[in-house]
């Protein structure tokens, strides 16, 4: 775990696209070359009450490429694929494939699937889920592990920049 506070600027919000989105925003099919880079610069949004928000917060993933990312071997890696930056020198998983935009969003999902320990207050690089992935859309109700959140403002009120 790094230790974000001495990295931390807080700004107003600005309309520009962070990296992700950007990276969202490419064709869909086309393969994604340099999507994240470890050196951009990556922003955390946050609501009003200062709790996190997973931006962007809907995604229209096919269930038939969720489980065509599940069961690829090796799997891909989160961290390498989504954040470039996976600091295992041993990590088993796969580094080496060009993802689509739809693979990119789809691997995004299924790591926003796993709920971030630190929840509405995490303010690290990460690629975990802060809210639900499906939002108010969600299916699973209370057996969501998610639930509690799926009634948070969404709505971006302060972006904070980590370096
Ligand atoms: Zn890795
Ligand atoms: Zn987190
Ligand atoms: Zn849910």
Redesign the pocket.
């Given at each position: 775990m790094r230790n974000p506070s001495s990295k931390l600027w807080r700004t107003k919000v600005d309309l520009g696209l962070s990296t992700t989105d950007a990276a969202i925003n490419h064709p869909l099919d086309a393969p994604l070359t340099k999507t994240v880079s470890h050196e951009a610069t990556y922003y955390i949004s946050q609501n009003a009450k200062g709790q996190?928000i997973d931006v962007p917060n809907s995604f229209n993933v096919h269930p038939a490429l969720l489980n065509e990312l599940r069961n690829r071997n090796p799997r891909l890696c989160n961290y390498h694929h989504l954040l470039r930056d996976c600091n295992d020198r041993f990590c088993p998983y796969d580094h080496n494939s060009t993802l689509t935009a739809r693979e990119f969003e789809a691997l995004t999902y299924l790591s926003r699937s796993q709920r971030?320990?630190?929840?509405s207050a995490?303010v690290?690089r990460?690629?975990?889920?802060?809210m639900c992935p499906s939002g108010r859309n969600c299916r699973h109700g209370t057996a969501c592990r998610h639930a509690d959140l799926h009634d948070i403002d969404t709505a971006v009120a302060t972006k904070i920049m980590v370096s």
């Amino acid at each position: 775990m790094r230790n974000p506070s001495s990295k931390l600027w807080r700004t107003k919000v600005d309309l520009g696209l962070s990296t992700t989105d950007a990276a969202i925003n490419h064709p869909l099919d086309a393969p994604l070359t340099k999507t994240v880079s470890h050196e951009a610069t990556y922003y955390i949004s946050q609501n009003a009450k200062g709790q996190r928000i997973d931006v962007p917060n809907s995604f229209n993933v096919h269930p038939a490429l969720l489980n065509e990312l599940r069961n690829r071997n090796p799997r891909l890696c989160n961290y390498h694929h989504l954040l470039r930056d996976c600091n295992d020198r041993f990590c088993p998983y796969d580094h080496n494939s060009t993802l689509t935009a739809r693979e990119f969003e789809a691997l995004t999902y299924l790591s926003r699937s796993q709920r971030c320990p630190q929840g509405s207050a995490c303010v690290e690089r990460c690629i975990k889920g802060h809210m639900c992935p499906s939002g108010r859309n969600c299916r699973h109700g209370t057996a969501c592990r998610h639930a509690d959140l799926h009634d948070i403002d969404t709505a971006v009120a302060t972006k904070i920049m980590v370096s």
